[in-house]
Structure formats: structure tokens, C-alpha cells
């Protein structure tokens, strides 16, 4: 449905006709939202590409005026950056791409929407600096990932998620407003997140983002950390079939299969008491197959061989990146005596070579969107965090709720395709359950929800913080009260500031 | 002050919530809430309630809400700087001094759980027993709450540790100022505190929304929180401190920014010699003069540490990393303190823990003092320091022997500078003059980009006055979580 003309015409009137559409062609590429999701996707009305955070700020007044709802978005790439009500348009973020500074002395770099991690991190090495990219891969938007959506990433044991990154915040309200939080409210520059007084940065972020619920952010700084790399990456051969090594002095890749999880969770968590590694995690095994092949066919060869299933069903991946050949070696010793005491043994070194030759997995995750190929689809059941040692908990009951949906088929069998991610040095972890089922089933779109009450049940009964309180609001009515009440808070704050979708 | 009938309904209803014993109205008690070291003026409260535990918070803040009485929450003992704590309409002051236990300390998920009134008195040596140890302020009092120090975010010595402004605190219970209970992050569920079996040391959430940040530097203006979850670091088994001499204060960023972009230190600060004089002097009296005479103008504290493991080669490949950076500055690090040789030990000890001595080291050149302190990148804290001494030289005491000090901070990408004016009140001109210069400095200050991220008393104004759609919003949000303002009102933007 598009929209009436005089509401067209006041839009077009901010970005200009060239920036703004509703023909149906445009629109119909606005309509395909996941595979993974059984939803028919609802039309936009139109779509706009502002150039500036004032454009936003004048559209969000009009949509105010006229009742329209608004979804900002950049790469699209989750279900929530889909319209799910008539009347609402879509706002592309992609022009706003600017990388407005990057203060190499203070830490760190405003960018706006649009600025990619492909973009940024490699302007960023040039400079001797970095920050932990998410595993959505390069084209994923920095300032989405920071500020609006989720932020685990595969560096998070060295650093952190990327949420703890935020610093001065540019934000256009539900009201269209524009807000400035933190120390750019007193005009005291982009360093800091929180302040003056209550820090209403609280109302961006939580564990994870509002999903474009909440306004529009414009601009943000985020905080930069060393880059332990060359000023650029060093690639061979052309994709896919590249590699990207760096030198062993300083970066250092390790994989090591454990016992059990109880032993697996004690070496990691040792690992982080002792402050060494910067990436340390418990991947996920069909994940791993999918990342390590190139179609679906060699995908399937691999998993049938049972290779992943035999030797990465409980391993530890672990990045050493130091500041010399030194400190290489004294972390690689310690390591090496906490992996003996916690009775670990290397893996198959064909698998250890597969990340050794690529350890872009530990920096831009280049090809990630490999686990969307097989066809089918996937969905998360467990995303939360909390100590490694609950984290390891939540891990071991999932074949609990699980290993009933593989009995019957209806997902792929793969119980150990969870990951936990070391953060701060082990000061918590995160968790995140991936499973894959085959959309050529009937009624495959029951299947995640299945997988997800049944996942919930259990946590419940075990006192488990494995998923953080869903943005659904019939699933937060149920679970709300199970989880201090939030969904009566988070409404009442809502209601109070208003929320564009 | 009450109307007499409110006020004798309240006391009664007080003394059925928590027990006559509990409260207290006492006229010098009451008096001495009413003014602490700040330029803040503060009224008597009618009543001081001692709560226990939650349910007795929870009945103090209905009785509040039904009689609109106000409630200040005071965790610390004395003595207070900011004002923060100083009824500005009598009410009730709720002191936590007797809800003191370390409820868990947990040295594998390293964290402690801990009620308001405990102190870095009490938790410090309890955690060190553990093996852990915490990401402290420079010398907090030994009464200082450690709920409420993480609570206002104070600025802690370890920037390593520090991943945003809100570390070391992980995740709180709170009564909000509507007398419904709270509890964030990974502790809020699923389930009751009992049945959860999270460690509860996620602060983000629940859900898209930071709770615990709504809650900071709020000075107990949205929500009293009745029990919190601190993060804990391993105590060091290998500890080396190194002194770093700096002429002038534009010095200090380099090195500091060299090393926390590497991670090399733990504890770091810079410290002029009036306050690390005022801190190490035996008898400030007797000695404090030539302490100072003899240190350089400048010093910054650098600490390396091994833990459990290797700690010796640990500490060796850091103190490489200290030293090379250092000459490549063209500085010197060096494990002696210089000008005053011998008093390492003493300095190591400072860092580590409360400061355990009367008076408070504040309080040792005079009998009050004001401390003007707010954040900035490390990068402009020189020029905030040097700014500092063109305004004290423009004023009307322009001989103060003022202290600074800079702690680094959240990695080292901001810093909490600090001015301590140390001011007699002997002498009422000397006073007025002090107190004169606190305020216009603070002005001058933040004109220049000083960042009062935790605006006490007058700064209120400074933060506020210009950002009145960021104290509308902060308005919207008291409305939500204190519907009838009862929770410390007068203080921020309410
Ligand atoms: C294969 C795959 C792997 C992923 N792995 C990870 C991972 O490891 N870690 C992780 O953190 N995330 C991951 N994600 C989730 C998510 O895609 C990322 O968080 C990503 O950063 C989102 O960026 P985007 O450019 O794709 O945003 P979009 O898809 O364009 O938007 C994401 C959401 O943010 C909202 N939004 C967009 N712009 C704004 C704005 N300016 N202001 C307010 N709201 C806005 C949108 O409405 C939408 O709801 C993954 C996603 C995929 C598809």
C-alpha cells in the first residue's frame, strides 16, 4: 500500500525525489525478510534514504503527524528491520555512512549509521587501532551492531561486547527530538557514555538493542582498542578461497577438545584468571562445518563424516594476540599448563589449520553468511549471559529439550551446536544456541517456536538466565513476570517516550 | 520539618516497620545530617530509620509515599563531601549502617554480593582472604560504602578493569521510589533471587534497557538498592610498583596512554607532590612541607602485577613493556619514589585499600576541604590541570596550597581529574574566598569542557542548565520510578 500524495509530497520535500520511492519494484525488495521466518512480509508504504541526522529528525515529525510508523535500518539483514504493521515506512540508512572522526590519542571514532565494519576496521588498522567486530561479517552496519541491536563477538574475552563500547550518543526520539547523551550533552566532547547524573545511555541499550524500536540513533562514538596487526591484512588467493595468516610471533591459534564440559568450562575459566588470550570460546560444530565449507553438498560430506561431530563437540578455540614473541610464548605456556591440568588434548590438525589459515574468523568473520546457505533455516534458542560457570550449566541441560526435535527430524542433529564466549577475561560469557531445520517440512514454522517454549520450560525449571526477556509482547507477557517484571517497566518507559514502530 | 501529626503517625508507623530501637530523633543526631563538607545547605530530617533487610526498606518507603515524606538514603559513614546526602526537606534519612553483610563472595565467577552498609573497611580484607581483591577509588574511607561508591561512579584505580563508567558494578535489587522491587541484568530472572542460579553478574537488561545505569549517580533519587553485585579481580601473588617523575602535568598522558593501550599496568595515577605529600606525610604537621619540597612536581604511579600463574615472568615481560615505553618518552621509571626514598611500601599500601587513618587524608591540612573533580579525555587532563592553577592564581587565594591528582580511566581513553582545596574554617575570609573558588573554577571548567558526569550540588546547575531535553527526559523517568518524589528530593534536575 502506498502512500496518499500530499504525505509523499511533504517527504519528498526533505530528501528530495530522488532519495525517496514507493514503486512497487523498489518496495518488493523491502518485502523479503529471513528465510527463516514464516511471517508473509508486509509492504512498506515507501521507503527513504536521509542524508542527515536534521532529514530524520523532520521525517519522524511528519510520520508523527500522519500516523505513520518508521523502521531505520542499514544492511536489513534481521527480521526486525521488516515492516510488521501497514503505514510504515522504511528509513535507509545507507548514505549516512560518514566516518565523521577517528581521534587516534583519545580512542576513538564517530561514525554514523551507514558506516560499515569492512569500512571502518580497515581505516582503523592504518591507524594502529581496532574494536571487536561482530560475527555479521563486514557489511553489517558498526553503529547497528553497537547501539541498536545485539553485540557478541568472537574477541569479547580480550574485550568486551560491543554495547560496552558506546560512548557519546547523537539520537533522534520517538518525538523527533534529537538528544545528545553522555559527555557531548555538556559539550564535553564524544569520550563518555554516561552522565550527566542517571545515565540515560540506559535507555539505548540494554543487553541487547530496541531493534529500531525507539528512534533513530544518528550518530555515535565508539571506544577503540589497540590493534595487535599489521596495518593491513595480509590476504593470499581470491576469495572464497583465500587465506589470511598473520605472523606467528604475535597471533597464535589454538584448538583443544575437552572430556567433558565441566573440564572445558575450568580451563576457561582459569584461562581468564590468569588475563592471557583475546579470543577464547567454545564454538559451535555445524556452524564450524558450515564456515569451514563451500557448498551445501561438501557441507553435507563433512557433517556425514562426523569429523566436527568427533572432535569439536566440546572444543576451546583460543586467539593468542600479544605484543611480542615474548609474551606469545609466556601466554602460550600458561595455556599449555592449564589445558594439562584440565585434562584438554589438541584437535585434528587439519581443523586447527582451516583457522591458522584464516584468522579473519578472529577479526572480520569474512564469510559468515555461509551459515545461511544451506537452504533451509536457523534460529537462535539461548542468547544471554551471565559467569562462565552458568553459562556451562545452561549448556549441559540443553540436550534436555532438544535431542526430542533431532528423535523426530524436525532439526538438524546437532546438540552441540551452542558456542560460549569467554568476555573480560572470563568475568562473564554468553551463550547462544544455533539449531537448523529444513523448511520443506510441513508446518516448519512452528518448529522455532516449539524449540523455543520447550528451551524456556527448561530454564525456567532449572533457574537458568538463558535467554534474555523476548521483545514479543505476548511472550513477554508470560515471561515478563518471571523476569522481575521488566515488560511492565520497559512499557511504562514506552509509553512514556513513544516508539516510532 | 513535619506537621507535628504527620510527623508522630510517621514515627509511629516507623517504629512498627523496624522497631523503636531502629529510630532514631534524636535532636544532635537529626542536627548532624544536616550539613556535611560541601557547599550544599541541607536541612534537619525528623526521623533516621535503621532498616535490616528488604522488607523493612520496602515498609519505610510506603510509609513514605503515604505520608509524602522524604527519604535520603546514607550508606556511608562520615565524613561526606558532596552534599548528596543532606535532607533539602527533612524527611526521613535511611541509614543503612546496620544492613552490613557480605551476602556471597565468589571467587570463581569473582564477584562479591554485598548490602549497602558494607563498607572497604569491611569487604576489602574479606575479599583478600578469597585471593580477590577490588577495583577501588584512591584511598576511599574505610567507612565509604562500597554499594554506593560503585553506585555514584566513583573513579576506581585499574583502568584495565574498566570496560565503561559503570565497572566495577554488575547487577543490584532495588525498591523503587514507587515501593515496587527491581531486580537487573542476569539477576532479574527468570524467577525469585531464591530459586535463580545465576551468578548474577550480567548488568546489561533485562530486555533493551540498562536498568542499573538509570540508577547511577542518581544520588539515591530513583530507586534504593538493597543489595548489589560488585565484580572482584585475583588478588596479585607479585606486586611491583613503579614511579614515574614528571616535570609538569602535560606530561602524564603519554606514558599512561602508552601503557593502558597495551593493558601493562593495574593501579595508575598521577599525583602532584601537595597530594602525594598530604597522603604519605607521618604527621602532615611536622612534615608535610619538606615531603612536598623534596618530590617531584609531578608522579605517576604505575603498578605491575603477576597472579596465579607465572606471576614472575608475568611481571618481568610488563616492567619491559613499562621501562622501553618510559625511555622511549625520554622518562624514567624507577621503583623508588622519588625524593622520598623508603616510602614504597607506604605507597603500595595506599593504592591497595582504605585509607584506615583519623582524620581522612582529605581532612589532614585542614579541617575541611572542597573537591572540585569531573571527567575528561586522559589527553586534555594536563590542560585542565595547568587551567586550574591559572584560575587559583586569579583568585582571591592565590597561594592555596591546592592538590590534583589524575586517575586514568576505562582503559585509559578518560580520566578523572580532582582538585582537593584544602580551607580553614578558622578563618571566615579565608573560607569565604575557598568556597568562592570552588564555585567559579567549576564554572570555569566546565566552560572548557570539564565533564561533571556526577553533578553534585552546584554542578547541578552547570550540567543542567543547558541540556534541558536530557533533564526532561531524567524528569520523565523520576515520574516513572518515584511517581510522588518522596526519594531525595532537591538534588540533580528534580
Ligand atoms: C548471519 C548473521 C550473523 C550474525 N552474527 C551476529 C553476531 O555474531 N553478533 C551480533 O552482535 N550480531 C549478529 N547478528 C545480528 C545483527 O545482524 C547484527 O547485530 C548487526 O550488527 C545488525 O546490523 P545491520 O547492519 O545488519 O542492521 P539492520 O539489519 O539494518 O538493523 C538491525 C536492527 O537495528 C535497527 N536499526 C538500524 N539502524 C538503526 C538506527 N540508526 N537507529 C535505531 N535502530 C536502528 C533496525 O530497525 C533493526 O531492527 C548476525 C546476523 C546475521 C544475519
Known amino acids: ?501 | 520539618m513535619l506537621a507535628p501529626d504527620v510527623c508522630s503517625a510517621v514515627g509511629e508507623e516507623l517504629s512498627r516497620a523496624v522497631g523503636a530501637e531502629n529510630i532514631s530523633d534524636d535532636a544532635a543526631q537529626l542536627q548532624s545530617c544536616s550539613f556535611d563538607y560541601s557547599v550544599v545547605t541541607g536541612t534537619c530530617p525528623d526521623f533516621i530509620a535503621y532498616p535490616h533487610n528488604k522488607a523493612e526498606v520496602r515498609e519505610i518507603v510506603r510509609i513514605a509515599n503515604e505520608h509524602h515524606v522524604a527519604l535520603v538514603p546514607v550508606s556511608s559513614g562520615p565524613p561526606r563531601f558532596h552534599g548528596d546526602t543532606l535532607p533539602s526537606r527533612g524527611g526521613i534519612v535511611v541509614d543503612f549502617s546496620r544492613m552490613r553483610r557480605i551476602l556471597k563472595l565468589d571467587a570463581v565467577s569473582r564477584c562479591a554480593m554485598i548490602e549497602p552498609g558494607v563498607t572497604y573497611g569491611d569487604l576489602v580484607p574479606a575479599l583478600e582472604r578469597e585471593g580477590m581483591r577490588l577495583n577501588a577509588p584512591l584511598a576511599p574511607r574505610a567507612n565509604k560504602s562500597v554499594l554506593t561508591s560503585c553506585l555514584e561512579r566513583e573513579a576506581t584505580l585499574i583502568p584495565k578493569y574498566q570496560y565503561d563508567y559503570m565497572d566495577p558494578l554488575l547487577t543490584v535489587e532495588v525498591i523503587y521510589g514507587s515501593g515496587e522491587e527491581f531486580r537487573t541484568g542476569s539477576a532479574s530472572g527468570p524467577g525469585s533471587p531464591e530459586t535463580l542460579k545465576a551468578d548474577k553478574v550480567n548488568p546489561w537488561g533485562p530486555g533493551a534497557i540498562d536498568y542499573y545505569r538509570l540508577l547511577s549517580a542518581a544520588q539515591g533519587s530513583m530507586g534504593i538498592v538493597t543489595w548489589a553485585v560488585v565484580r572482584t579481580e585475583v588478588l596479585p601473588t607479585v606486586r611491583k610498583l613503579y614511579f614515574i617523575p614528571l616535570e609538569n602535568p602535560q606530561q602524564m598522558c603519554a606514558p599512561l596512554d602508552a601503557l593502558l593501550r597495551k593493558r601493562v599496568v593495574d593501579e595508575c595515577l598521577a599525583l602532584d607532590n601537595t597530594n602525594l605529600a598530604t597522603l604519605l606525610a607521618e604527621d602532615p604537621s611536622r612534615d608535610f612541607a619538606a615531603l612536598k619540597a623534596a618530590l617531584p612536581p609531578w608522579t605517576v604511579l604505575a603498578c605491575v602485577a603477576g597472579y596465579q600463574r607465572r606471576p614472575a615472568e608475568r611481571v618481568a615481560i610488563q616492567e619491559k613493556y613499562l621501562t622501553d615505553i618510559c625511555r622511549d618518552l625520554g622518562l624514567r621509571a624507577q621503583t623508588t619514589l622519588p625524593g622520598a626514598g623508603g616510602l614504597e611500601e607506604e605507597v603500595l599500601r595506599l593504592v591497595s585499600g582504605p585509607w584506615n587513618k583519623e582524620p581522612y587524608w582529605k581532612l589532614r591540612r585542614s579541617d575541611r576541604c572542597h573537591e572540585i573533580f569531573f571527567l575528561a579525555p586522559l589527553s586534555k587532563a594536563g590542560y585542565f590541570v595547568e587551567l586550574m592553577r591559572e584560575l587559583v592564581a586569579q583568585s582571591r587565594c592565590p597561594e592555596l596550597d591546592y592538590g590534583a591528582y589524575v586517575q586514568p580511566l576505562v582503559q585509559g581513553r578518560g580520566a578523572h581529574c580532582s582538585f582537593l582545596l584544602p580551607c580553614d574554617s578558622a578563618s571566615e575570609s579565608e573560607a569565604e574566598a575557598v568556597r568562592g573558588l570552588f564555585l567559579s573554577a567549576s564554572q570555569a571548567l566546565a566552560k572548557k569542557g570539564a565533564f561533571f558526569s556526577r553533578p553534585y550540588g552546584p554542578w547541578a546547575d552547570l550540567a543542567y542548565r543547558d541540556y534541558s531535553d536530557g533533564a526532561a527526559m531524567l524528569k520523565t523517568l523520576k515520574q516513572i520510578f518515584d511517581p510522588n518524589g518522596i526519594l531525595n528530593p532537591g538534588k540533580l534536575c528534580f
Open chain 1, 1 to 501: 500500500m502506498s502512500l496518499p500524495k500530499q504525505i509523499y509530497a511533504e517527504l519528498e520535500q526533505i530528501v528530495g525525489a530522488e532519495y525517496i520511492s514507493d514503486r512497487e519494484y523498489i518496495l518488493a525488495g523491502l518485502r523479503h525478510a529471513m528465510p527463516s521466518s514464516p511471517v508473509k512480509p508486509l509492504s512498506p508504504a515507501a521507503v527513504l534514504l536521509p542524508g542527515t541526522a536534521e532529514e530524520v529528525q523532520q521525517i519522524v515529525r511528519v510520520c508523527n503527524r500522519h500516523g505513520l510508523k518508521f523502521i531505520p535500518t542499514v544492511s536489513s539483514l534481521i527480521g526486525f528491520a521488516y515492516p510488521t504493521a501497514l503505514n510504515t515506512i522504511i528509513l535507509q540508512l545507507k548514505r549516512m555512512n560518514r566516518i565523521v572522526e577517528i581521534n587516534r590519542t583519545d580512542r576513538y571514532a564517530v561514525i554514523e549509521p551507514g558506516v560499515r565494519h569492512g569500512q571502518l576496521r580497515t581505516e582503523l588498522m592504518k591507524a594502529g587501532l581496532s574494536y571487536p567486530v561482530a560475527a555479521v561479517g563486514p557489511g553489517g552496519s558498526v553503529l547497528v551492531n553497537f547501539a541498536c541491536s545485539s553485540g557478541d563477538n568472537h574477541n569479547q574475552h580480550g574485550a568486551s561486547r560491543t554495547n560496552r563500547y558506546i560512548l557519546g550518543v547523537e539520537w533522534v526520539l520517538p518525538s523527533g527530538e534529537m538528544v545528545r547523551l553522555g559527555s557531548l550533552a555538556n559539550d564535553a566532547g564524544w569520550f563518555c557514555a554516561d552522565g550527566p547524573g542517571p545515565s540515560l545511555r540506559g535507555l539505548v541499550k540494554g543487553y541487547a538493542g530496541p531493534f529500531g524500536g525507539f528512534g533513530v540513533i544518528t550518530r555515535i562514538a565508539i571506544g577503540l582498542d589497540e590493534w595487535r596487526g599489521p596495518a593491513e591484512l595480509p590476504t593470499e588467493g581470491r576469495s572464497p578461497d583465500y587465506k589470511l595468516r598473520l605472523s606467528p610471533d604475535r597471533h597464535k591459534v589454538f584448538i583443544f577438545k575437552f572430556p567433558t564440559l565441566d573440564r572445558l568450562r575450568d580451563a576457561m575459566i582459569e584461562i581468564g584468571k590468569a588475563e592471557i588470550g583475546q579470543a577464547v570460546l567454545k564454538y559451535f560444530n555445524a556452524t564450524a562445518a558450515l564456515l569451514a565449507t563451500q557448498s551445501a553438498n561438501d557441507f553435507w560430506e563433512l557433517w556425514e563424516s562426523g569429523l566436527f561431530q568427533r572432535e569439536l563437540s566440546r572444543p576451546l578455540y583460543v586467539y593468542l594476540a600479544t605484543h611480542s614473541a615474548e609474551e606469545t610464548a609466556y601466554e602460550e605456556a600458561v595455556l599449555r599448563e592449564i589445558v594439562a591440568e584440565t585434562g584438554g588434548e589438541e584437535v585434528d590438525p587439519a581443523i586447527r589449520a582451516i583457522y591458522e589459515n584464516n584468522m579473519d574468523f578472529f577479526i572480520l568473520v569474512g564469510f559468515l553468511q555461509r551459515v545461511l546457505r544451506l537452504g533451509g533455516a536457523w534460529a537462535p534458542a539461548k542468547l544471554s549471559a551471565d559467569s562462565v560457570h552458568h553459562m556451562f550449566e545452561i549448556g549441559k541441560a540443553i540436550p534436555e529439550f532438544l535431542e526430542e526435535f533431532a528423535a523426530k527430524r524436525l532439526i538438524v542433529d546437532a546438540p552441540d551446536n551452542f558456542q560460549i564466549i569467554s568476555m573480560e577475561y572470563g568475568h562473564l560469557a554468553h551463550i547462544e544456541l544455533l539449531f537448523l531445520w529444513d523448511r520443506s517440512m510441513p508446518a516448519w514454522g512452528e518448529i522455532p517456536m516449539q524449540v523455543m517454549a520447550r528451551s524456556h520450560e527448561t530454564e525456567i525449571r532449572h533457574g537458568h538466565h538463558g535467554s534474555m526477556p523476548p521483545r514479543s509482547m505476548p511472550m513477554l507477557g508470560t515471561l515478563g513476570p518471571l523476569y522481575s517484571n521488566c515488560h511492565i517497566w520497559s512499557e511504562k518507559i514506552r509509553e512514556a517516550f513513544g516508539t516510532g514502530r
